[in-house]
């Protein structure tokens, strides 16, 4: 896939690839991509877009970030407890102990529908949400995030949230940014990154497969150091995959190749 056009890309010193994908192609880690020798992702910085947001890839981010972040600890409807995503969050939002980015922090039962649109409504520039999702092929109804409170926030629900204004969504969970299956009357269901463009966010990270609680932890808390530093959103995610890659406990693919970059990249 990458071949073909290389020499192009080597000749014009490229660093940012756009993808533009259809089918199947766009559940590929390309980031994760082996030449034999090195993975693409110590090469290029990867976002992928489509016609819905062409007009605001190049558009440049809200300086003054504030982060409402939520998320899942507990295990709750079938699902296991994600200890990690309290050290997530508060390695994220600004705290007493730590912290990079002002915001606040909704927790478990403090995580609930009313304060997710709360928190659209005044305006936070980033969303971080940290917990369950559970995808089924097929149907909008069963497709869902675990809200903290143990109530859930199906697909044809979530489409109702206006996201305009928003910078970065991002959906620390597993595989929120599959889509697939054919509905009652022939589409294809949206997953949550194509459903948060439509409804205007700018910019969406999302997961391939299901992630490791630690591991996605370690990843999200450096990729927003890299990007309170100036890093666009693009280098900002691959320096923290680079710096998984080159640990020891999680060098490999699975661990800090799932979350693609959706949309805009700066």
Known sequence: ???????????NKAKQVLLSLDGNLRYVPFAALYDGKNYLVTKYDFSIFDNLNT????????????????????????????????????????????????????????????????????????????????????????SYLQLGDGATLNLAEFKKIDLSGVDLVTFSA??????????EEGNEIAGLSYISQKNGAKTVIASLWSVSDRSTALL????????????????????????LLGSRAYSNPFYWAPFEIYGGFK
């Open 55 to 142: 007009q605001r890839l190049f558009e440049a981010s809200d300086p003054n970030w504030r982060v409402a972040g939520f998320g899942v600890t507990k295990s709750m409807n079938n699902f296991v407890a994600l200890p990690s995503v309290n050290d997530e969050l508060n390695g994220i939002v600004r705290n007493p102990a730590g912290g990079i980015y002002p915001g606040k922090i909704s927790l478990d039962k403090d995580f609930t529908l009313r304060e997710l649109k709360s928190s659209v409504k005044n305006k936070y520039p980033v969303l971080h949400i940290a917990t369950h999702f559970k995808f089924s092929p097929g149907t909008e109804l069963n």
């Open 174 to 183: 597993c595989q929120t940014g599959m889509g697939g299956g054919i509905d």
């Open 1 to 11: 896939m990458i071949k073909p056009v290389e020499q192009e890309l080597t000749a």
């Open 220 to 243: 999200m808390a450096k990729m927003y150091a890299y990007r309170e530093k100036g890093f666009s959103k693009t280098e900002a995610l691959r320096n923290a995959q680079l710096d």
